[in-house]
Structures are given as C-alpha cells and as structure tokens.
C-alpha cells in the first residue's frame, strides 16, 4: 500500500507506533502528501538512493506494525 493512499487515522498510527527517525519521519511526511520519491530527494537533500534506503526502513517499520497492531482495533479505540 502506498503511503499517501492511507486514512488519516492509519497515518496517525504510524506516527504514534513506527518510532520514525527524523529522516524517516520527513520522507513518511511527503510521501503521505504525494510527493515523489524525486522530490523527497530534494527536500531529504539526499540522492535517490539515499532515499530509497529511507523510504526501505519506513516501510519495514510500517510492515512490522501492519502485522503486529490490530489496526481497526486501534482506530476504533482512539476515533
């Protein structure tokens, strides 16, 4: 899935639960607005593959907690 194709409340709880570096946190930001992976190199001031290394531990992260959290519990808990 496709970090920008994500509910608010999805967002929030990767936020609250992934534990995102500052680095992290900035390209999880852009991309949740639709920027490119291009345009988060400029933002990131890194080059592309810098920011696909990234962009890899963000979606680990998001990978562990998609299958550790029960997401709908959590949502229904705190919305």
């Known amino acids: 899935m496709r970090i920008s194709a994500c509910t608010l409340p999805e967002l929030e709880l990767y936020r609250e639960m992934c534990n995102f570096t500052p680095e992290e946190s900035m390209l999880f930001e852009a991309r949740a607005e639709g920027q490119t992976l ?5 933002i990131l001031h890194m080059e592309m593959t810098g920011v696909k290394r990234v962009s890899a531990k963000v979606r680990a992260k998001m990978d562990f907690i998609g299958q550790t959290v029960d997401i709908k519990k959590w949502i229904n808990q705190r919305f």
């Open 38 to 42: 291009e345009s988060c190199c400029e």
